[in-house]
């Protein structure tokens, strides 16, 4: 299990062809998932809470979205332009943060369906 923090609009590369990008919209943040048709892609839904009462506020979430039948990404946490989650995939599956893949990966290969999930 991988645990990451993503800003709003940087992307997590998941495998050679699954985007997990960290959106928003009006306040509240998004995950969109680019990944090939054949790929089945579900949320699990669980109620959050909110916790803290300083500056920022930050919630701990708990849903997941379920990529294919072995990898899930778990939210847990937002804060202010911050979105925490952790990846669970088997040990052969590579994820890379966007910005540090190398040319020879080539993610979100063509036909692609693109997932929205508000948080």
Not at 20 to 49: C, F
Request: glycine share 8%; aromatic share 6%; proline share 5%.
């Amino acid at each position: 299990m991988l645990i990451i923090g993503r800003e709003i609009g940087q992307s997590v590369i998941i495998g050679k062809n699954v985007k997990v990008t960290v959106l928003q919209y009006g306040s509240r943040p998004w995950l969109s998932i680019d990944a090939p048709p054949e790929l089945q892609i579900r949320k699990v839904k669980v109620s959050g809470r909110w916790i803290g009462k300083f500056k920022k506020r930050t919630k701990t979430v708990g849903d997941s979205v379920i990529i294919g039948d072995t990898i899930s990404v778990t939210i847990l946490q937002t804060e202010t332009g911050l979105l925490r989650f952790a990846i669970d995939a088997p040990k052969d599956v590579k994820i890379y943060r966007e910005e540090l893949c190398d040319n020879r990966i080539q993610p979100c290969q063509p036909k692609v369906h693109s997932y929205k999930f508000r948080i």
